[in-house]
């Protein structure tokens, strides 16, 4: 069943009774070559680009709640691919790169708008540090443009230029970045897995893995036990807890990120737009909210919920740049579980245990890498190697030395 306008026009007149479900609601088969434990947008693509580009189709998505129940739909829907280092930059502007084809590649509308992002600089250290980056980035095929103060206030006037305890001194943007529709992004790739062949098994939580020899050949789960010639966690903040049924510790913590949403406005924002000077980020969604956020939570929890401090501390970012945010209702706000390595970049790569790999770590750049964490993912599953843009993604860098200090922060920023 192909979606298109013509359809929608035949459905609205014949009583919409020509749709069927977007994907399947099979039962476990007793075995598959490759299982993907986590039914999240990674988990999804994985499985999409697992069938589509490397052929393997006797694959499951194993998902403990529904599909889009999870962190794919708690976050605030940015893209970009603005980053600095080697071993990020690559891989983010394909992950962009994909995100530019995904909706006629997956055929749906997963509202994928390149409105742009804006970083605001608020000092001349900070404007040498962007310039660096946005060098960086046109080094690697994305587009950079350090913006002046003037330029910032034509097309964002609403913006505290010049009063603000932090004035806007100029910024970086990068105009191919924006926003997507979260859990359509989820059901997407799940309705297009689905197509090709991959069962999608929900309310399926894995209770524990089934290591024999040192080579892992299944899982067990709450609707029996699975065989599988190759296993992929990939299970954002529950990472921890799943890889240690493999008598795994990872370098990873579990912290909640919160995220808000205001009553619907009149179009204002019309780009996404960062706080240079403390960690608050915000866009204007389809439906007319401002969506932002900022810091994750101080301590470890995997509760899907925050506590006020956060608020206040993600309320005066916003106030600092953006006064007339004050006058706006907030509507509701909820957590994420956010899997923070102790470098702020994330892992794909093979564990110790044949036939078990993982896929986690990505602290905050999650929502934005799905397309390429997932082609990244299925390549290294279906050819044992790594894909040229994530070579830098390896789980033993930590003991190696070889980290990927993005920011200079990991999970706590006071102890980097």
Not at 173 to 181: I, K, S, Y
Not at 189 to 217: F, K, P, S
Not at 304 to 318: I, K
Request: with cysteine.
């Amino acid at each position: 069943m192909r979606y298109s306008g013509f359809r929608v026009i035949k459905e609205a007149l014949t009583g919409h009774r020509g749709w069927g479900p977007a994907w399947r609601d099979p039962e476990p088969k007793p075995s598959y070559d490759i299982l993907i434990i986590g039914g999240g947008g990674h988990g999804l693509a994985t499985a999409y680009y697992l069938a589509s580009i490397y052929g393997r189709h006797r694959v499951a998505v194993l998902e403990k709640g529904w599909i889009g129940g999870g962190n794919v739909g708690r976050n605030t829907t940015i893209i970009r691919s603005n980053y600095l280092l080697d071993g990020n930059e690559p891989f983010y502007e394909f992950s962009l790169q994909l995100w530019e084809g995904l909706e006629q590649e997956l055929n749906y509308n997963a509202m994928v708008s390149q409105r742009g992002i804006l970083n605001l600089i608020h000092s001349d250290a900070q404007r040498d540090a962007f310039i660096r980056r946005g060098n960086a980035m046109r080094m690697h095929g994305a587009d950079a443009e350090l913006l002046s103060t003037a330029q910032i206030k034509a097309r964002y006037p609403f913006l505290n230029t010049e009063t603000a305890r932090f004035p806007i001194k100029g910024g970086l943007a990068q105009h191919r970045g924006g926003t997507v529709r979260h859990d359509a992004v989820a059901w997407g790739y799940a309705r297009a897995a689905d197509q090709l062949g991959v069962d999608i098994l929900q309310n399926c939580e894995v209770t524990g893995l089934v290591i024999e020899n040192g080579t892992c050949t299944g899982v067990e789960t709450t609707r029996g036990p699975i065989k599988a010639g190759k296993v992929g966690v990939c299970v954002a903040g529950s990472s921890s807890r799943v890889m240690a049924h493999a008598g795994m510790r990872l370098p990873i913590e579990s912290h909640v990120l919160q995220a808000f949403v205001s009553e619907g406005l009149k179009p204002v924002l019309p780009g996404v737009v960062t706080f240079g000077a403390g960690h608050f980020y915000v866009s204007q969604s389809d439906k007319g909210g401002l969506v932002f956020g900022g810091d994750i939570d101080g301590y470890n929890s995997y509760a899907q919920r925050g506590n006020l401090p956060v608020v206040e501390d993600v309320c005066e970012g916003g106030m600092a740049i953006f006064p007339m945010l004050g006058r706006a209702r907030l509507l509701r706000m909820w957590g994420g579980i956010m899997d923070m390595s102790m470098d702020g970049s994330p892992i794909i790569d093979r564990t110790p245990i044949d036939g078990l790999y993982f896929n986690g770590g990505w602290c905050y750049g999650g929502f934005k890498a799905t397309p390429a964490s997932g082609y990244a993912y299925a390549h290294l599953l279906a050819t044992d190697a790594p894909h040229p843009t994530a070579t830098a993604y390896r789980l033993d860098r930590f003991a190696t030395g070889h980290m990927i200090d993005e920011k200079g922060m990991g999970n706590q920023p006071n102890l980097h």
